[in-house]
């Protein structure tokens, strides 16, 4: 099963997406392209109705569920928080029952977010792996649908976002992308074939979760620990198959950002253009200072996604008190 969908897949999509949520802007601003010494364009996920780009890959996949499995009594899948509130606010829609699993100590305002949208919430195990194991096996007990982190119709819906960003800035020659269970790297890949672009296109993961990184240069699948404090959306300990099969494929380079840079980042983010990031929403940001001055950022227009802003108050707050350099 091939991750990337084709153009006919991607304007299906895009119609589903629309039926639920406007598209989101991109803009460019002075300070950030200051500081980067270059044209950057961020794409504003994190203005979505659920605050991060995945909503859009689970409007797609619960319309393609209904008609898959019309009699599904009910769905289950594992997250760190973007994910299963993507899945909770599409179940909703289309009154299905959503059950999400979380690891022990996740973001508690990420949790709150998915049970107003109505999932029963779950916290088993000390990370994402841990917690995706124990819904595939609630999933065999309950006769629930196991939802994955990476599917076609979700690389289909979380493509429009590239798709809008692509069409709006079709000279974009570089663009970076935060690396969770690759949904979002194989959408921009899938965005830019589907439009013939050149547009590079950079994976960043965490350097304390570089399992994709680690993968990506060795040529074969391998786990590495995932430690990360504030990139939880890139904690990822065991690449997925599908999409690391992609990134192997089509990335120009992935690179590994500290949870320090993304701090830096997440400031910058904040006193440039007055968002909020959360961590993995800075990454790309982050990636893209660490290489201000390689050719691939240097005199080129980069396109940043601030990929979402769902961060705990005591986190940023703790964050965003500290002096940027």
Same mark, same amino acid.
């Given at each position: 099963?091939?991750?990337?969908?084709?153009?006919?897949?991607?304007?299906?999509?895009?119609?589903?997406?629309?039926?639920?949520?406007?598209?989101?802007?991109?803009?460019?601003?002075?300070?950030?392209?200051?500081?980067?010494?270059?044209?950057?364009?961020?794409? %504003?996920?994190? %203005?979505?109705?659920?605050?991060?780009?995945?909503?859009?890959?689970?409007?797609?996949?619960?319309?393609?569920?209904?008609?898959?499995?019309?009699?599904?009594?009910?769905?289950?899948?594992?997250?760190?928080? =973007?994910?299963?509130?993507?899945?909770?606010?599409?179940?909703?829609? %289309?009154?299905?029952?959503?059950?999400?699993?979380?690891?022990?100590?996740?973001?508690?305002?990420? =949790?709150?977010?998915?049970?107003?949208?109505?999932?029963?919430?779950?916290?088993?195990?000390?990370?994402?792996?841990?917690?995706?194991?124990?819904?595939?096996?609630?999933?065999?007990?309950?006769?629930?649908?196991?939802?994955?982190?990476?599917?076609?119709?979700?690389?289909?819906?979380?493509?429009?976002?590239?798709?809008?960003?692509?069409?709006?800035?079709?000279?974009?020659?570089?663009?970076?992308?935060?690396?969770?269970?690759?949904?979002?790297?194989?959408?921009?890949?899938?965005?830019?074939?589907?439009?013939?672009?050149?547009?590079?296109?950079?994976?960043?993961?965490?350097?304390?979760?570089?399992?994709?990184?680690?993968?990506?240069?060795?040529?074969?699948?391998? #786990?590495?620990?995932?430690?990360?404090?504030?990139?939880?959306?890139?904690?990822?300990?065991?690449?997925?198959?599908?999409?690391?099969?992609?990134?192997?494929?089509?990335?120009?380079?992935?690179?590994?950002?500290?949870? #320090?840079?993304?701090?830096?980042?997440?400031?910058?983010?904040?006193?440039?253009? %007055? =968002?909020?990031? #959360?961590?993995?929403?800075?990454?790309?940001?982050?990636?893209?200072?660490?290489?201000?001055?390689?050719?691939?950022?240097?005199?080129?227009?980069?396109?940043?996604?601030?990929?979402?802003? =769902?961060?705990?108050?005591?986190?940023?707050?703790?964050?965003?008190? #500290?002096?940027?350099?």
């Amino acid at each position: 099963m091939t991750l990337l969908p084709s153009r006919s897949d991607l304007d299906a999509a895009a119609a589903i997406v629309y039926g639920a949520m406007p598209a989101t802007p991109q803009f460019s601003w002075p300070l950030l392209n200051e500081a980067l010494g270059t044209e950057a364009w961020v794409k %504003h996920e994190n %203005h979505t109705a659920t605050g991060a780009f995945k909503v859009r890959g689970g409007l797609v996949y619960l319309d393609g569920l209904a008609r898959r499995e019309p009699g599904v009594s009910g769905i289950i899948s594992a997250t760190r928080g =973007n994910h299963g509130q993507s899945l909770a606010f599409a179940a909703r829609r %289309h009154g299905v029952r959503a059950t999400i699993v979380v690891p022990h100590g996740n973001s508690a305002e990420k =949790n709150a977010a998915m049970r107003s949208l109505g999932a029963q919430l779950l916290e088993y195990g000390d990370d994402f792996q841990a917690s995706r194991e124990y819904a595939l096996s609630l999933a065999r007990k309950q006769g629930l649908h196991m939802v994955p982190s990476c599917h076609p119709d979700l690389v289909a819906g979380v493509a429009s976002y590239w798709m809008e960003l692509f069409h709006a800035q079709p000279e974009l020659d570089t663009v970076f992308v935060p690396i969770g269970q690759g949904s979002g790297f194989c959408a921009a890949v899938a965005a830019r074939e589907a439009l013939g672009l050149r547009t590079r296109v950079i994976g960043v993961v965490s350097s304390h979760a570089t399992a994709y990184m680690d993968s990506f240069r060795s040529g074969e699948l391998q #786990e590495a620990p995932a430690t990360t404090d504030l990139a939880d959306g890139m904690a990822c300990r065991t690449p997925d198959a599908g999409s690391l099969e992609v990134v192997r494929r089509y990335a120009d380079d992935v690179v590994a950002v500290s949870d #320090e840079e993304v701090a830096r980042a997440i400031r910058l983010y904040y006193r440039a253009t %007055h =968002n909020l990031a #959360e961590g993995a929403g800075a990454a790309a940001l982050a990636a893209a200072t660490r290489m201000k001055h390689d050719p691939r950022v240097a005199g080129c227009k980069v396109g940043l996604p601030l990929t979402g802003a =769902n961060v705990d108050a005591e986190k940023i707050m703790r964050v965003l008190s #500290e002096v940027l350099p």
